[in-house]
């Protein structure tokens, strides 16, 4: 990993364009050929990036400074090097990636089984499908042969219902036992990332969890994410013995 401290003026040409003024920034550029500007807030969420595969070329000559970043669909992202305060390289080797517990773990494991839950017709690709910032937990189809992308984590804490979004070509789901704010914002932050994949977008959202706090469930609900229930015991074909109501 290459880390670039600079004060830097960043521009983004693709299907939109945006501009970041002169400032002191943080420069990533990762062993997979990532690229990203951050500032000094916003916890790791950078400002831009651009995704592998991509190319990174440094400007000579009468271009020296200007660093142009270039993905498989010909967007660009240009930093203009003002000042380097830092420039340093590390070797970090292979990430032995995150360790769940047995309950997600065992979550993901019985979904990937039992895709089917997520709606009729859904087809499991792979599990642990790897982005570049981390690793969504499960790929799969739904019953009209698009993609769908399941992040699974452990519970959270909410009432039961499910609420639905209209139809949207590919899928992200995070899933949850108890789903909080947080979650809504961790799938949002997988959501920007694939929708800038040219192949995925437009790519849609489901939380799935246990259960959904109601503050969680209105935010997912505004920014269009489906919210699935998952019932760990049926998942396990456990069928509970205490009578119910309903």
């Given amino acids: 990993m290459r880390l670039v401290i600079a004060r830097c003026s960043v521009d983004y040409a693709g299907r939109l364009t945006a501009h970041l003024p002169s400032a002191p920034r943080l420069i990533l550029v990762k062993a997979d050929g990532s690229v990203s500007i951050h500032a000094d807030d916003r916890a790791y969420k950078p400002l831009n990036w651009m995704s592998p595969p991509c190319s990174l070329k440094e400007g000579t000559g009468d271009e020296e400074g200007v660093w142009t970043v270039v993905n498989k669909a010909g967007e660009k992202l240009i930093i203009t090097m003002e000042e380097i305060l830092h420039d340093?390289?590390?070797?970090?080797?292979?990430?032995?990636?995150?360790?769940?517990?047995?309950?997600?773990?065992?979550?993901?494991?019985?979904?990937?089984?039992?895709?089917?839950?997520?709606?009729?017709g859904y087809t499991l690709i792979r599990r642990e499908y790897m982005t570049a910032i981390g690793p969504v937990d499960i790929l799969c189809?739904?019953?009209?042969?698009?993609?769908?992308?399941?992040?699974?984590?452990?519970?959270?804490?909410?009432?039961?219902?499910?609420?639905?979004?209209?139809?949207?070509?590919?899928w992200a789901v995070e899933v949850k036992r108890r789903a909080g704010i947080d979650a809504v914002e961790q799938l949002t932050r997988y959501l920007e990332f694939l929708n800038r994949d040219?192949?995925?977008?437009?790519?849609?959202?489901?939380?799935?969890?246990?259960?959904?706090?109601?503050?969680?469930?209105t935010l997912a609900e505004d920014r269009g994410i489906r919210c699935v229930i998952l019932d760990y015991d049926a998942l396990r074909g456990i069928k509970r013995d205490e009578m119910t109501l309903f």
């Fill in 141 to 170: 189809r739904d019953g009209e042969g698009q993609t769908v992308a399941v992040e699974i984590k452990r519970r959270g804490e909410i009432d039961g219902a499910t609420c639905t979004v209209p139809a949207a070509r590919h």
């Fill in 198 to 217: 040219s192949t995925l977008a437009p790519v849609g959202g489901i939380l799935a969890a246990q259960a959904i706090a109601p503050q969680a469930r």
């Fill in 88 to 120: 340093s390289s590390h070797e970090l080797g292979v990430d032995p990636g995150l360790i769940k517990d047995g309950v997600e773990a065992h979550l993901q494991e019985l979904l990937a089984d039992r895709i089917e839950t997520l709606g009729e």
